[in-house]
């Protein structure tokens, strides 16, 4: 009898939102490459900017899955696409690629 609120709890948690710092970067190496190294400078403050709102946003994502579970056994936040983590992996990837480029202007 037991088994189905087990299931259900799992899916429940897995659905959860992730913390911003273990999502994963998306590979974009090279993608860079042919850009200016004040261009390069430009992007890389610009997607830091966007990365620290893409990680506030996901970190409330996180809190309201939290809540949710207790609550009523749902991760609501994610359900609702507060999820931002492709974002996140996709802007960690680009600022990555970025750093690459201008390693390479000194």
């Not at 009523?72 to 996709?90: C, F, H, Q, R, Y």
Request: charged share 15%.
């Amino acid at each position: 009898m037991k088994l189905p609120y087990v299931v259900l709890f799992a899916v429940a948690v897995s659905a959860c939102a992730k913390s911003p710092d273990s999502i994963a970067p998306v590979s974009m190496a090279g993608a860079y490459d042919n850009i200016s190294c004040k261009k390069a400078q430009t992007l890389l403050n610009q997607e830091q900017t966007n990365l620290n709102a893409l990680s506030a946003a996901q970190k409330s994502a996180v809190t309201g899955d939290a809540v949710g579970v207790f609550l009523i056994g749902v991760p609501m936040s994610s359900l609702s696409g507060n999820d931002k983590e492709g974002s996140i992996a996709t802007s960690k990837g680009k600022i990555l690629a970025l750093e690459a480029r201008l390693q390479s202007c000194g």
